[in-house]
């Protein structure tokens, strides 16, 4: 299994939909998960049970996705916040790290308004906070970091595949 974990707006699905393809795996977006079983958006869901509440069924759901068939899985840019999570990542596959800078985020997502963190007056602050607490959590957890600047979405599948197979980890069983 491969996860891919980073910041909001990182590109973990877009990335991780091509990876799949080129791997020939399923793709897996636990976000999209959490929102089947909760029956409607995280933002929603946000709204009403709070920040704790989301992350006890995004344990929940991460630990179901961590298990079983060979897949690529991305995460929630949270997901990293737990120490369950990053345990059953880390040990159940291998975990890439998309590392985008704040500025890079801001330019990408200042106009997506899906996005439950960034719902708030200083949303470039916001990121800049949220790279400082996470950006040593997803060091933790990950396998391979990788820069997710100015390469285009198939460079960078290009790189994880050439990591992967670096590592002995493309190998499939």
């Not at 996705?65 to 990053?86: D, F, M, Y």
């Not at 708030?120 to 990950?142: C, I, N, Q």
Request: glycine content about 8%; hydrophobic content about 35%; proline content about 5%.
């Amino acid at each position: 299994m491969i996860s891919l974990v980073g910041l909001p707006g990182s590109g973990k699905t877009t990335v991780g939909r091509q990876l799949a393809r080129r791997l020939q795996l399923p793709f897996v977006d636990s976000d999209q998960e959490i929102e089947v079983r909760i029956g409607c958006s995280i933002r929603e869901f946000f709204e009403r049970e709070g920040e704790a509440r989301f992350r006890d069924i995004e344990q929940e759901v991460l630990d179901t996705l961590t298990q079983g068939a060979n897949k690529v899985l991305s995460t929630g840019g949270g997901a990293v916040l737990r120490p369950e999570n990053r345990q059953h990542l880390r040990e159940r596959g291998q975990v890439v790290y998309l590392k985008s800078t704040p500025e890079e985020l801001f330019r990408r997502l200042r106009h997506d308004s899906n996005r439950p963190l960034l719902q708030v007056a200083d949303p470039m602050h916001k990121l800049k906070t949220l790279y400082t607490e996470r950006d040593p959590l997803y060091r933790e957890v990950a396998h391979f970091v990788l820069e997710t600047g100015r390469p285009s979405v198939s460079t960078l599948v290009n790189m994880i595949v050439m990591q992967l197979e670096l590592s002995g980890a493309g190998q499939q069983p």
